[in-house]
């Protein structure tokens, strides 16, 4: 079983919400409802790991916050 982080973000054109997986190239989908979306993602990683495992871009790390102006 592998675990992978997820980042979702809501297009403000669709508002449909995008997902993609950082250090797997090509590993991303859409759904109207986060549900949607991940099972869309899983049928992605299928189509990547069907040939074995898919070469990774590189390690996620993690997010911070940066705050822009005066203190």
Known sequence: MRTYTVVIERCPE?????????????????????????????????????????PTAGEFVGTRTLTLGDP
């Open 14 to 54: 669709t508002h449909f919400l995008v997902g993609y997986i950082p250090c797997l190239p090509g590993a991303s989908a859409q759904g109207a409802t986060e549900e949607e979306l991940l099972a869309n993602l899983r049928e992605v990683l299928a189509l990547l790991f069907a040939d074995g495992e898919p």
